[in-house]
C-alpha cells in the first residue's frame, strides 16, 4: 500500500467510524459533492494540502496519524463500561489529543521516558492470584508508597509519560484506555468522584500492562474474556491502591475492642483516596468482615450521611487540559519551536484567548524562560577561574 492508499484508507475508516456519510464530510469540509469524497477515499485523487487539513478536522484525526508509515497500524481504544452510546467522535478526538500531545514532547526534546511496563501472560490461565502479585510488583516498580493514590497520577504522567484526559463522558463511559504510537493514554471521566477516578485509574493502568494478552481485538469479540478482564482489573485496582501490608495495618489501628467505627471506615476511604465501597469490599477480601456486613452498612441511612459529609474537602475538578501539556506547548512556543497561532490551535482557544490560558495555568507572561544565570564552576570539578553567562 502506497502512501496515497494508506491515507485513503485512513480517512474512509475514520468516516465510516463516525457514522457520516460522504454527502455530510464534503459539506463540512466546503468540498462541492461526494465524488470527491469517493474518490479521494479510493486513493485515486490527488488531496489538496487544505483538503487534508479539513479532512483531519472533521473526522478528529491529527495530520501527522494520516501521514503515518502505510504498514503502521492506527491505536485502538479500550472502553471500560462501554456502551451503545460511546461516542466514536470522543474516541477519535482522544487519539487526536495522544498524538498531539506525543508530537509536543518530541518537539521539545524530552529525554526518553522510563518502558511501561508489560505481561503477555496467558489470558486463559491468567487468575485473580495473578492480578494480586501483578499489582504487588506495579506497587513496587512504581515506589506508590503506603497511600499510593497519592503519587500515582504523578508517575504515571511523569515517569512513563502517559497521556492522562478528561471529559465529561454523560453516561457513555467511565473510562478508557489505549496503547499506540504515542504511548500509554488513558481518558478519564471527568464527571465522576475524584476517588472513583483513582479506581478508574488504577483499574485502566491494568489494562494497559495487560495489553498483550488482553488485547482490545480479544475482549471485544469474547465477552467471556471480557468479562473476567474487567474482574482480574478490578482485583487489581483494589490491591494497588490499598496494598496488603499498609492497608491491613491501618485497619487494624481503628479497631477497638473487636470493633470499627463508621467514622473510622469513612475516614480510612478518604485517607486511601477510594469509595466507601471499594473500602468495604477490600476489607471483605482481607477478611475484615463479612460480605452480609457490607451491604448492611453500604444501606445504613446514617453511614451514608457520614460519607457524604466527608468528600466536599477532598473533591476537585480536573481542569480542561491536562497541566503538563499545556507547560509543553507554552515551552514550544516560548523558545521559537511553535508559532503562536498552532499554540493557540493545540490550547483549543482563538489566538487571542491565548493570555487567557497563560493567566489560567497561572504560566509566566514575561521572558522569563530565557533568563540566564552565571556559571562559578567548572563543571569538570575545578573551581579556578569564573565562566559566566551574560544576561540577555
Known amino acids: 500500500m502506497d502512501a496515497r492508499q494508506a491515507i485513503a484508507k485512513r480517512l474512509k475508516e475514520a468516516r465510516e467510524r463516525l457514522g457520516i456519510t460522504q454527502d455530510d464530510l464534503a459539506k463540512q469540509v466546503g468540498i462541492q459533492n461526494r465524488q470527491t469524497i469517493g474518490e479521494i477515499e479510493k486513493g485515486t485523487r490527488e488531496i489538496k494540502a487544505w483538503e487534508l487539513v479539513e479532512l483531519a478536522n472533521a473526522l478528529h484525526l491529527d495530520i501527522n496519524h494520516l501521514l503515518l508509515n502505510p504498514s503502521q497500524e492506527p491505536a485502538k481504544v479500550l472502553w471500560r463500561d462501554v456502551t451503545e452510546a460511546s461516542a466514536p467522535d470522543v474516541e477519535a478526538e482522544f487519539l487526536k489529543r495522544c498524538s498531539q500531545y506525543y508530537e509536543l514532547e518530541q518537539l521539545c526534546d524530552l529525554e526518553k521516558a522510563k518502558e511501561f511496563p508489560r505481561t503477555e501472560a496467558d489470558p486463559v490461565s491468567f487468575s485473580e492470584r495473578d492480578a494480586e502479585e501483578l499489582a504487588r510488583e506495579c506497587q513496587r516498580d512504581f515506589d506508590l508508597g503506603s497511600f499510593p493514590a497519592d503519587s500515582l497520577l504523578s508517575v504515571l504522567e511523569n515517569r512513563y509519560r502517559v497521556k492522562i484526559w478528561y471529559e465529561s463522558l454523560s453516561g457513555r463511559g467511565s473510562a478508557a484506555a489505549s496503547r499506540g504510537p504515542f504511548g ?99 476489607m471483605k477480601d482481607a477478611r475484615f468482615i463479612a460480605s452480609t456486613e457490607v451491604s448492611r452498612i453500604l444501606s445504613d441511612r446514617h453511614f451514608k450521611q457520614l460519607d457524604t459529609r466527608s468528600m466536599p474537602e477532598k473533591w476537585w475538578t480536573p481542569p480542561r487540559m491536562p497541566p503538563r501539556f499545556v507547560n509543553l506547548a507554552f515551552f514550544a512556543y516560548k523558545s521559537g519551536r511553535l508559532s503562536r497561532l498552532m499554540c493557540a490551535d493545540l490550547l483549543g482557544v482563538k489566538l487571542a484567548g491565548l493570555d487567557d490560558v497563560i493567566r489560567q495555568y497561572d504560566l509566566p507572561e514575561s521572558d522569563s524562560l530565557d533568563t540566564r544565570i552565571p556559571i562559578t564552576c567548572d563543571p569538570t570539578g575545578d573551581d579556578e577561574g569564573e565562566a559566566s553567562v551574560p544576561a540577555p
Request: charged share 25%; net charge negative; with cysteine.
Open 184 to 282: 500509554c493514554a488513558i481518558l478519564m471521566n471527568a464527571d465522576e468522584a475524584p476517588w472513583r477516578r483513582n479506581f478508574n485509574f488504577a483499574h485502566e493502568v491494568f489494562h494497559l500492562i495487560t495489553w498483550g494478552c488482553f488485547a482490545p481485538a480479544l475482549l471485544e469479540s469474547n465477552a467471556e474474556m471480557k468479562a473476567k478482564a474487567e474482574k482480574f482489573a478490578d482485583v487489581f485496582a483494589a490491591r494497588l491502591l490499598m496494598p496488603a501490608e499498609g492497608f491491613e495495618s491501618a485497619v487494624e489501628a481503628r479497631i477497638d475492642k473487636g470493633k470499627i467505627s463508621y467514622l473510622s471506615l469513612v475516614e480510612l476511604a478518604r485517607r486511601f483516596d477510594v469509595s466507601t465501597t471499594a473500602l468495604l469490599i477490600r
